[in-house]
């Protein structure tokens, strides 16, 4: 049976991309190497993950902050089992939703491992070992990424895991060492000690949060290590020794010296993620990768295989599900011959810590080193009403505007629900707003985001509640 599209993963960039085939009139099959859709987003990250914050902040609300507010519980009780019941059914509820949505626009599943025999022909192997020929006019790869592995260190998803592992462990940890400081071990590692664990984070550089905004990175580092997170900054992990009862992990000074070891019940490896191309077989029809990797794409995501397109993870840009949803959205509507288009300069980044960091456009580093004038606006959660009757003061706004043309060029959050406020400013900017224009829009009161207004009216030095 012939299709004019097929995709491979279906992650939230396959998905996406198959739906908006669909809709545009491609007769449109995908293929699945899980049980179940939704890919890694949607089955062991994003959203098991999103569950465990909530829950875990909950928890720590209920612990610390109710007294406060006049309503007494007595001492909370973390049940486990319970909690990974709850965000298990998070996720099943979001997986039935996306094989509702394949049946709705008549998306026809294959599940089973996919490889690329040749343009236009995916070969479909069962977990049978049965295999199967599909042909078409479009493939896209949407295979997404996996977790970067340590040298010599082996993940087990038991004692060594994985941001896959880590939300599946059956007990809390007495002590939890995560390797890197980005944003995946950050809000594992927040989870677990709202849960009980002692956390200590090593990392390579000599900062948290590679490519946030430094300002944002550092006044972030003073409030995990208020909430009891240690961190060993430019250290590296060299080996993990697990013969005992508890692990023995090396640590080293990342210009070299002498080492030390620390025990710990749980290593999490979190240094990253890889694009995941393994057995797709694109060596054979000649898909071209980089030095790291990633296929490599044009402006309308095609390889240099006629017939063959890649999105998401699997290419360059940052690795994140929102940034692959356009992506597969855009080639769909391109081979549908329609003006499919990604503004890569406004691509929304959250870190879903407590509180979170949010951010859209350029950093102040970034601004910097390009030689742009810019002016600051900043305003912080201290004084905005609403967040002062939330106990929820903790961070700012901070927007950057060209200092001739006024034109928003970023806006960074340090704060509470920064990964919903952070969307006025992404329409802004999509809409080429200057600070003047968000200074100028009326914000409803008391609400949070009237710190985003003050931080447009600071840019030209006249907030009114600072």
């Known amino acids: 049976m ?3 599209l097929i995709v491979i993963g279906t992650g939230p960039g396959g998905y996406v991309c198959a739906i908006r085939g669909a809709q545009l009139g491609m007769k449109t099959a995908v293929v699945e190497k899980m049980a179940t859709f939704g890919g890694t987003c949607l089955n062991v990250g994003c959203i098991p993950s999103k569950a465990m914050l909530n829950a875990s902040e909950l928890y720590e609300e209920a612990a610390h902050k109710f007294s406060a507010m006049g309503i007494k ?37 294959f599940i089973g491992t996919g490889r690329i025999i040749a ?4 070969e479909v192997k069962a977990g049978d070992g049965k295999t199967q020929v599909l042909e078409t006019k479009a493939i896209v790869i949407a295979t997404g ?28 940890p007495q002590k939890l060492l995560i ?42 580092h003073r409030m995990l290590q208020k909430q009891g997170l240690s961190f060993k900054l430019s250290s590296k992990v060299t080996a993990v020794d697990a013969s005992g009862k508890t692990l023995k992990v ?57 017939g063959i397109y890649a999105i998401g993870d699997v290419i360059a840009g940052p690795m994140l599900a929102h ?66 009757v939330n106990l929820t003061t903790d961070g700012f706004v901070k927007i950057l505007a060209d200092a001739k043309t006024d034109r928003v060029l970023g806006v960074h959050i340090l704060g509470p ?27 409803a009161h008391p609400t949070l985001t009237e710190a985003i207004k003050e931080a447009a009216l600071a840019v030209d030095k006249r907030a009114i509640n600072l």
């Open 119 to 122: 343009p236009g022909k995916v």
């Open 323 to 388: 940034k692959a949803e356009e992506e597969g959205a855009a080639v769909a509507e391109i081979l549908a011959g329609k003006a499919g288009h990604v503004n890569y300069d406004v691509i929304p980044n959250v870190v879903y810590t407590y509180p979170e960091i949010a951010s859209v456009g350029k950093s102040e580093e970034e601004l910097k080193a390009a030689g742009v004038a810019y002016n600051v606006g900043k305003f912080p959660f201290t004084a905005n009403g609403r967040a002062r």
């Open 145 to 172: 990424s996996d977790a970067a592995r340590l040298n010599g260190i082996e993940i087990d998803e038991k004692r060594v895991v994985s941001s896959t592992g880590v939300l599946e462990l059956q007990k809390v």
């Open 250 to 306: 090396k640590v080293e000074p990342a210009s070299g010296g002498t080492a030390e070891m620390l025990e710990t019940d749980i290593v999490l490896v979190a240094i990253g993620r890889v694009p995941y191309t393994e057995g797709l077989g694109l060596e054979a029809v000649g898909v071209k990768k980089d030095n790291r990797g990633r296929v490599i794409v044009d402006a309308h995501f095609r390889t240099n295989v006629d």
């Open 2 to 4: 012939a299709y004019d």
């Open 73 to 109: 519980i007595g001492k909370p009780a973390v049940d486990l089992a319970a909690m990974l019941k709850y965000k298990q059914q998070g996720v099943d509820g979001n997986v039935k939703g996306v094989d509702y949505l394949f049946k709705k626009n008549k998306i026809e599943p």
């Open 179 to 220: 390797v890197g400081a980005g944003i995946i071990g950050l809000e594992l590692g927040s989870v677990w000690r709202r849960l009980g664990a002692e956390v200590t984070v090593v990392e390579f550089l000599d900062h948290i949060l590679p490519g946030i905004d430094g300002e944002v990175a550092r006044q972030f």
């Open 417 to 443: 629900d920064a990964g919903n406020m952070i969307g006025e400013a992404a329409v802004a900017m999509e809409f080429g707003a200057s600070a003047e224009d968000i200074a100028r829009t009326c914000h």
